[in-house]
């Protein structure tokens, strides 16, 4: 229900009327390969159920954290993920955060943002400030809905991705993800 109360209050914001299914976070966090990561950061924590996978994938030693920009998803990983380092921000201020972690650059960036349900321009800074946090050879995963991808900023995304990255590529589907899903796995 909070993922559709927030969806209702602000469908741009939030993009998705239920949680991702286990299947979309066992795929996004085994692509990432999470175990190998030394920095790693969410854009977008929503309930806190892509935080909980990937504190159980990384290593000890692994620098993470999230960021979220609706409070009451931030209260909601909180209460999910206890020992989770959530800010409550825009992703676009993610350099802010591993300065403060004291981190040049992370290599893995997993997001939870409904880019292909964001306008043109905030897809591009989204997508050039991960870009710009990531260290050579860093990744950046986000998935989109199958039928999103259709549409004319499902597109766009693609295409700022794929001009972007020097590599992009797409997983399986998870047809049990309401809607369906598939990762983009973006290599810098």
Not at 35 to 53: L, M
Not at 66 to 90: G, H
């Amino acid at each position: 229900m909070t993922f559709l109360k927030q969806f209702l209050l602000n469908p741009l914001k939030t993009g998705a009327v239920a949680p991702s299914s286990k299947g979309l976070v066992e795929l996004i966090t085994d692509t990432a390969n999470l175990s190998s990561r030394k920095c790693v950061v969410e854009f977008g924590s929503g309930s806190g159920i892509f935080t909980e996978k990937i504190i159980e994938k990384i290593n000890p030693d692994t620098t993470f954290f999230s960021i979220e920009i609706n409070n009451n998803f931030v209260q909601k990983t909180k209460d999910r993920c206890p020992d989770a380092t959530v800010y409550l921000d825009s992703a676009l201020n993610i350099e802010k955060y591993l300065n403060k972690n004291k981190q040049d650059s992370c290599d893995c960036i997993i997001s939870g943002l409904p880019l292909a349900s964001f306008s043109k321009d905030l897809q591009a800074y989204l997508i050039d400030t991960a870009y710009g946090s990531l260290s050579d050879g860093g990744v950046f995963l986000t998935f989109a809905y199958i039928q999103g991808s259709i549409l004319p900023t499902g597109i766009n995304l693609k295409k700022l991705l794929k001009n972007k990255f020097k590599s992009v590529k797409k997983t399986e589907i998870v047809w049990k993800n309401i809607p369906p899903a598939f990762v983009y796995y973006c290599e810098k």
